[in-house]
């Protein structure tokens, strides 16, 4: 094994690949033998046959858990969801305290909206690793999908404490603030943002929570709102403000005409979006 190593280290690839074959022989059980003809044939693009060390890596010792990784790796650059996520579930449950798999597994729930999931994965994570950045980001992300605002603040608040320069942040957790009626908090966040960039748009929603009124607002705040606006318009107008009109109109028409049932329509709404159209 120690010459094995030591020539994988000098890029004695296939005296190394040799040297540990022959030790297979002898010891077939060898967890290190596998691992690291593993990480050969990988680099060589055999992944079948390092697929083949890891797997037997990880049955000779359940709680190898760099053979867990490398298996992760190439199920995800395969494209191989269902075993990516069979493998993770595989690790979690032979290394409990080892937060990577948690975390990774909680990547493949988020997209799935299987919010609670990430939540109970998440903070599996933090109970090892208080200060885990992404780990916070992503629970604060989660929770405002579920819509549920104030078990997010505590996660900005953290993301704030281990950067406290970073905008996003504060006017993320402003606007949070804001949405939860938090007027002074939300104007304290906000006051952040000003303070790190004295140009930014917000200086007008600073000064409408301080009670100062000006002519009109700033031009690039017009544009940041309905920029921020537009990426999600679309889901907001039909999913939550449950904007139909055109299967109204459709309805309509078909009321009035009955040969008109089952036909196809094409609809042009020029409304503006601001609700004076219905």
């Known amino acids: 094994i120690a010459l094995g190593f030591a020539l994988l280290e000098s890029n004695a690839i296939d005296e190394a690949a040799q040297c540990l074959q022959q030790v297979l022989s002898t010891s077939p ?33 359940p709680q190898f858990e760099f053979a867990y990784r490398m298996l992760f790796e190439i199920y995800q650059t395969q494209g191989n969801t269902a075993l990516a996520k069979s493998i993770l579930e595989r690790a979690m449950s032979a290394l409990p305290s080892s937060t990577y798999f948690f ?21 599996k994570v933090l109970i090892l690793e208080t200060e885990n950045i992404a780990c916070h980001s992503n629970l604060a992300k989660t929770y405002m999908q579920l819509g549920q605002d104030e078990p997010a603040i505590p996660h900005f608040e953290q993301l704030i404490r281990f950067n406290p320069d970073d905008v996003a942040i504060h006017e993320d957790l ?9 007027k002074l908090d939300a ?4 006051k952040e943002v000003v303070r790190i960039e004295p140009d930014s748009p917000l200086t007008h929603l600073v000064a409408a929570l301080s009670g100062t009124t000006t002519p009109t607002a700033p031009v690039a705040y017009a544009e940041k709102l309905f920029d921020h606006y537009a990426q999600k318009f679309d889901s ?3 999913q939550t403000l449950h904007y139909n009109v055109p299967k109204l109109l459709v309805s309509l028409m078909e009321e ?11 609809v042009l709404d020029l409304g503006c979006g601001t609700g004076l159209f219905g």
């Open 29 to 61: 059980n060898s967890v290190d033998a596998h691992f690291m003809l593993g990480n050969i044939t990988k680099s060589k693009g055999d992944l079948h046959q390092a697929i083949d060390h890891y797997i037997r890596a990880t049955n000779i010792n």
């Open 103 to 123: 975390f990774e597994r909680a990547g493949f729930a988020f997209p799935a909206k299987d919010y609670q999931k990430v939540i109970v994965l998440l903070y």
């Open 174 to 182: 402003g606007n949070l603030y804001l949405k939860l009626g938090r």
């Open 187 to 190: 104007l304290t966040s906000f």
């Open 236 to 238: 907001h107008l039909t």
């Open 256 to 266: 009035s005409d009955a040969s008109l049932a089952g036909r196809k329509f094409e």
